[in-house]
């Protein structure tokens, strides 16, 4: 989480490229400004920003590295770098993921019992404000490995998940993107993430390498979805420091089984 500086409205105050931590001040560019608020203690309006240290962690689901998920996913990114985020990509598609075996060692190490990128993710995605994940279609789902990897990430990480924002991306030929958007989302929804979207369900189109390029309403998708989420991720920051996270009810787990 970052830190929260405010720049006071008055420029009699403060000049207006300037912004008050701490009793010091420091310049800052309007392109990192945004978010007007209310200072009830000395009722000036003030503007709220976070200083560059919000993260977005990027999962590529796709072997090939630089293929068509690549190119909805560094669409994204520009955005993200304009909005003053941070991003990491990690790719997984490509790499040898078992999926869990349901051993439950990961409640008693802390971490899953298969030592590969998993564990290696999971401190970025705790540490992270939110969270995309872009895979192609196979058969109207998600890269099998890809569906592992987050099955074990998901499970094995026991930190609280609530409120970091989630984005799916799926990418195809022609069909089984909806489909396949769904159950990418079935991971944010069941942890307490709120789902991003866009002006259209998050997908691009391209078969060949390369050929996402082409997809213009899928671009213009995708740097929507971005601005959406970075918009989304700014404003949880500001509402956790103003009233904190939903209190929780201690969990209530039923079953059909009599």
């Known amino acids: 989480m970052g830190l929260i500086v405010r720049l006071l409205e008055d420029e009699n105050v403060y000049p207006a490229n300037q912004i008050e931590i701490e009793g010091g001040t420091r310049c800052l560019s309007f392109h990192f400004m945004a978010n007007w608020c209310y200072n009830r203690t000395d009722r000036k309006r003030i503007l ?10 990027i ?16 669409e994204m990114e520009k955005v993200f770098a304009e909005e003053g985020i941070e991003t990491e990509i990690v790719q997984v598609g490509s790499k040898p993921i078992r999926g869990c075996i349901a051993c439950g060692q990961c409640f008693e190490k802390g971490r899953c019992v298969f030592d590969d990128l998993v564990n290696q993710t999971a ?17 109207a789902s998600a890269n099998a490995t890809l569906v592992a990897f987050l099955t074990r990430l998901f499970y094995s990480t026991h930190f609280d998940k609530t409120m970091k924002v ?15 958007f769904d159950e990418l989302n079935k991971f944010f929804t069941i942890s307490g993430m709120p789902v991003a979207s866009s002006q259209y369900w998050n997908s691009i189109h391209g078969a060949a390498p390369g050929e996402a390029l082409k997809d213009a309403e899928g671009l213009q998708i995708m740097r929507t979805l971005a601005k959406n989420m970075s918009f ?13 996270l939903p209190e929780k009810e201690s969990p209530a787990r039923t079953n059909f089984v009599r």
Request: aromatic share 6%.
């Open 48 to 57: 709220s920003q976070e200083v560059c240290d919000m993260r977005i962690l």
């Open 59 to 74: 999962l590529n689901g796709s072997p090939k590295k630089d293929g068509n998920t690549a190119i909805a996913l560094h």
């Open 123 to 139: 401190e970025k995605f705790k540490e992270c404000d939110g969270l995309v994940v872009g895979s192609p279609v196979y058969y």
């Open 166 to 180: 989630g984005a799916a991306v799926a990418v195809a030929r022609r069909g089984g993107l909806s489909s396949t």
């Open 232 to 244: 989304l991720i700014k404003s949880i920051q500001l509402g956790k420091e103003e009233y904190g």
